[in-house]
């Protein structure tokens, strides 16, 4: 099963570019990289999905190099309201026969201040 | 729509009582899966079901027991509590076809439960 470390907090300015990596040494050929956002007493929320090299949406971007060992979620000029644990998941979509296979990290606490 | 909601919110149990925690979904999504969240371990998944009527082990599934009778509900049992499974239970939903989802899989998740064992 592929493992992901995360480091464990971070802490960042409002307006500035947060990049946060993820290594998944022994993610496999089916898996996806997933990255959540959990705020306190809440459930974790989606936030970017990918397969390889790099994803864009309205709120973040996602870097994953060629060899898919590590990822990068960066979120563009952060704001207080980003703080929060972002947590990376590492898998493919379990079959019924073949077992869990959802690794999540352990978070990544980020704190912005202004 | 509600998405995807958990009863109870909090409990309180003592070393060897049982209870169920109560999963439902309003999406149609064909899969549901239970997590637990301790401090420092991140979210670890208990057991996962693929459609009504199945059920499947995740990386930690003693302890628990579930069951997937109608596909809007997932149940997760605990048969004789113990203070190890103190914790943040979350339960989670997703389906390969939703339209709305941004992504093959995203897992839309519960507001949790939080359940102590003494």
């Known amino acids: 099963l592929a493992k992901t470390t995360q480091p464990i907090s971070m802490d960042s300015y409002e307006g500035q570019e947060v990049n946060i990596t993820c290594s998944h040494n022994?993610?496999?050929?089916?898996?996806?990289i997933t990255w959540y956002q959990q705020f306190p007493s809440q459930g974790p929320r989606f936030i970017i999905q990918?397969?390889?090299t790099k994803v864009t949406n309205e709120v973040a971007s996602l870097f994953i190099p060629a060899d898919r060992k590590s990822s990068t979620l960066s979120l563009p000029r952060v704001s207080l309201s980003d703080t929060a644990v972002y947590y990376c998941?590492?898998?493919?979509?379990?079959?019924?026969?073949?077992?869990?296979?959802?690794?999540f990290g352990q978070g990544t606490e980020l704190s912005v201040k202004p | 729509n509600a998405g995807v909601t958990q009863t109870p919110k909090f409990r309180v149990l003592k070393t060897g009582q049982s209870m169920t925690l109560l999963c439902a979904q309003d999406?149609?999504?064909?899969?549901m899966y239970w997590y637990r969240q301790d401090p420092g371990m991140g979210l670890r998944l208990i057991h996962y079901?693929?459609?009504?009527?199945?059920?499947a082990k995740g990386e930690v599934p003693d302890g628990y027991n579930v069951s997937r009778l109608k596909k809007q509900n997932f149940l997760l049992g605990l048969e004789s509590a113990a203070p190890s499974q103190t914790s943040v239970y979350f339960c989670?939903?997703?389906?390969?076809?939703?339209?709305?989802?941004?992504?093959?899989?995203?897992?839309?998740f519960g507001p949790g439960t939080r359940l102590t064992v003494l």
């Open positions: 999406m149609n999504h064909e899969y």
């Open positions: 990918g397969y390889k």
């Open positions: 998941l590492v898998g493919d979509t379990p079959r019924w026969d073949q077992g869990g296979k959802l690794i």
């Open positions: 079901s693929v459609g009504e009527g199945t059920t």
């Open positions: 022994n993610i496999a050929t089916n898996d996806y």
């Open positions: 989670a939903s997703s389906d390969l076809t939703h339209r709305s989802a941004r992504a093959r899989d995203e897992q839309f």
